[in-house]
């Protein structure tokens, strides 16, 4: 089973930056393709960004693309989304998600199986 923790939300300015992390535990941390979605109210939940275990490859919804990066450091158990130039319509609660060994349908929120309980980001205009 694996647990996973949010962290690195909060309130920031248009144009800011914030950079969210989430430790994972209780699994080969490695071995886990990681994934970022993100849920605002009354909408379903959307994919973000998500880097699989096996290269590093990283993959990014379009409407962040090039403004935040996902990244991964498997010494620490930890995924990170660095987000800059935030934008009001960025504000949502973000989840960590994670799957084993996964390299394809990355996107698709079901083909994750641990999430963690979600960090607030609100971008005031």
């Known amino acids: 089973q694996v647990q996973l923790v949010e962290s690195g939300g909060g309130l920031v300015q248009a144009g800011g930056s914030l950079k969210l992390s989430c430790a994972a535990s209780?699994?080969?941390?490695?071995?886990?393709?990681m994934g970022w979605f993100r849920q605002t109210p009354g909408k379903e939940r959307e994919f973000v960004a998500a880097?699989?275990?096996?290269?590093?490859?990283?993959y990014y919804a379009d409407s962040v693309k090039g403004r935040f990066t996902i990244s991964r450091d498997n010494a620490k158990n930890t995924v990170y989304l660095q987000m800059i130039s935030l934008k009001p319509e960025d504000t949502a609660v973000y989840y960590c998600?994670?799957?084993?060994?996964?390299?394809?349908?990355?996107?698709?929120?079901?083909?994750?199986?641990?999430w963690g309980q979600g960090t607030q980001v609100t971008v005031s205009s």
């Open positions: 998600a994670a799957v084993f060994s996964l390299d394809y349908g990355l996107r698709d929120e079901h083909e994750y199986d641990y």
């Open positions: 209780g699994g080969t941390f490695r071995r886990y393709t």
């Open positions: 880097i699989t275990w096996s290269g590093g490859s990283t």
